[in-house]
């Protein structure tokens, strides 16, 4: 992800300007498809986007096309990154499963289909699966068109290597160097990122452009969530941000957290902590898949647990959205699927949050629901590749 500092742009050491990566993730992403559209977003003067595409253009990495129907005034060009058949594969991991797909340029998302994967197994022994099945797409699509592979894993990932770090549900995959080993197996550029940054990322892709500030929840087993800032991913200062899991919330009380302190949001909140309450109320449940089917068929102590998840995470995204105040809040994971879980956030955002904030504030699921990781992974790796093939191209390039 490339930083943008108008009105002055740096030059990356090729001769080009950091404005035309920027331009180049826009038009990946699919937030973007002319010049007009980019020179919204990225706040820089006409003449600065032009010469930037006229960059891209000259160097094969953009292409122009057809037209689109504007309101008043000329026609606008097209424009699109790559040719048209590039594509990305991508995973999304989770712990019995990963979700599987081909992204295109702009998100176009096919062939999704999920396979089993042990992530308990450690890397080395569910990975090579997972090749074999990313493998049969790249195929079926062709290798020659294949420009990245993208990852989206449950759990901390230092992007700039591109591994998992002490992660809570992921044995044996601490430090694991799963970019390095992927990119030696597939021979282009991988992506390797935290599966809540991938929703918020996939997610914003299809949502309307006036949301430039959204927080994406994702709550499955764990709670995880990504921050789309200034309509482009929020890492912090570490890449910690969005960490709302590890909150302390009152009610948690002393419960030992997999963070190592206790009384965590992720304690009372989170699909794995519904599991532990229900069980202990006699409920016969061994998953979150479980606890979902049985507040799916209106179970009472079910329906109420997870009323109460949902409320908890509330109040936590209430001081979170007060301070950062986002256009939008989308939730995402399985325990999306349940409305009283979803219908309980709503509410104690509401009640937790000052009117002026709320006020045209969206609370929605995620409209890409399960393939949200999915295509923010194929985005990534997009965008990764189309960077990489940047600097390639312009190595010999020289701007005085």
């Known amino acids: 992800m490339i930083e943008k500092s108008p009105p002055h742009f740096r030059r990356n050491g090729t001769g080009f300007s950091s404005l035309a990566e920027g331009v180049l993730e826009l038009l990946a992403s699919g937030q973007a498809s002319t010049r007009t559209e980019l020179t919204a977003l990225l706040g820089a003067p006409p003449s600065t986007v032009s010469f930037a595409v006229?960059?891209?253009?000259?160097?094969?990495?953009?292409?122009?096309?057809?037209?689109?129907s504007s309101t008043g005034g000329r026609p606008r060009k097209v424009l699109r990154v790559g040719g048209h058949d590039g594509y990305a594969v991508a995973a999304d991991l989770g712990g019995k499963h990963a979700h599987v797909g081909v992204v295109r340029p702009g998100g176009r998302l096919t062939d999704v289909s999920t396979v089993p994967f042990a992530t308990a197994d450690g890397p080395e022994a569910a990975l090579p699966g997972l090749v074999e099945t990313l493998q049969a797409l790249v195929g079926?699509?062709?290798?020659?068109?294949?420009?990245?592979?993208?990852?989206?894993?449950?759990?901390?990932v230092d992007v700039e290597p591109g591994l998992v770090t002490l992660p809570a549900r992921m044995p044996g995959w601490n430090r694991f160097p799963v970019r390095d080993w992927l990119e030696e197996r597939f021979a282009v550029p991988v992506a390797v990122e935290n599966d809540a940054n991938c929703m918020a990322v996939g997610e914003h892709s299809v949502r309307p452009a006036e949301h430039r500030q959204s927080i994406m929840v994702k709550a499955g087993s764990g709670i995880g969530a990504g921050v789309i800032a200034d309509g482009r991913l929020y890492r912090g200062g570490t890449g910690a941000a969005g960490?709302?899991?590890?909150?302390?919330?009152?009610?948690?009380?002393?419960?030992?957290?997999?963070?190592?302190?206790?009384?965590?949001?992720?304690?009372?909140?989170?699909?794995?902590?519904?599991?532990?309450?229900?069980?202990?109320?006699g409920r016969p449940v061994t998953s979150t898949e479980d606890v979902v089917r049985l507040a799916g068929d209106a179970d009472p102590e079910a329906t109420r647990a997870v009323r109460q998840a949902g409320r908890y995470l509330g109040m936590v995204l209430a001081a979170n959205v007060n301070f950062f105040n986002p256009d939008a809040v989308y939730l995402g994971g399985i325990l999306s699927?349940?409305?009283?879980?979803?219908?309980?956030?709503?509410?104690?955002?509401?009640?937790?949050?000052?009117?002026?904030?709320?006020?045209?504030?969206?609370i929605e699921r995620a409209s890409l629901g399960a393939d949200a990781g999915l295509v923010?992974?194929?985005?990534?790796?997009?965008?990764?590749?189309?960077?990489?093939?940047?600097?390639?191209?312009?190595?010999?390039?020289?701007?005085?």
């Open 54 to 68: 006229g960059q891209l253009l000259a160097h094969g990495l953009v292409a122009e096309e057809g037209t689109q």
């Open 140 to 156: 079926r699509y062709g290798r020659e068109q294949l420009r990245g592979v993208g990852l989206c894993l449950p759990g901390p």
């Open 243 to 281: 960490e709302i899991t590890h909150v302390r919330v009152e009610a948690a009380q002393d419960t030992p957290c997999s963070c190592g302190n206790t009384g965590c949001l992720e304690t009372v909140a989170s699909g794995a902590a519904l599991v532990r309450i229900l069980r202990e109320r």
């Open 337 to 362: 699927t349940l409305e009283p879980f979803v219908a309980a956030v709503r509410s104690q955002l509401y009640e937790g949050c000052h009117p002026l904030v709320t006020e045209h504030l969206a």
């Open 376 to 400: 923010g992974a194929g985005q990534f790796a997009l965008q990764r590749a189309f960077a990489e093939a940047l600097h390639e191209v312009t190595g010999n390039h020289h701007t005085p």
